[in-house]
Nanobody
Framework: VQLQASGGGLVQAGGSLRLSCAAS????????MGWYRQAPGKQRELVSS???????RYVDSVKGRFTISRDNAKSTVYLQMNGLKIEDTGVYYC??????????WGQGTQVTVSS
């Protein structure tokens, strides 16, 4: 199983980025997918998830700004991030799980939001 995350970068506060995570080696439509992030000196936190039924969850701090989606035909999950804030800075990790997230992890993509 491979999860290939992309789309991170440097953006000014208020800007947007779209993260993508392409999965291979698993029956994508059967897996819950999610995005975690880890800021320097902080624990990894779950940002958003979407299960195999399309049920979506967000951490409170990103509600109204981030949108998670999945394209089962492309085995890809996306995280559209709008209205980025400095506190959104961190390494974003894609994860997949059969039921519970965390069975598989991607390599991480850096998101840096500047003032």
């Amino acid at each position: 199983v491979q999860l290939q995350a992309s789309g991170g970068g440097l953006v000014q506060a208020g800007g947007s980025l779209r993260l993508s995570c392409a999965a291979s080696g698993l029956t994508f439509g059967s897996y819950a997918m999610g995005w975690y992030r880890q800021a320097p000196g902080k624990q990894r936190e779950l940002v958003s998830s979407i299960d195999s039924s399309g049920r979506i969850r967000y951490v409170d701090s990103v509600k109204g700004r981030f949108t998670i989606s999945r394209d089962n035909a492309k085995s890809t999950v996306y995280l559209q991030m709008n209205g980025l804030k400095i506190e959104d800075t961190g390494v974003y990790y894609c994860t997949a799980g059969y039921g519970t997230l965390g069975d598989y992890w991607g390599q991480g993509t850096q998101v840096t939001v500047s003032s």
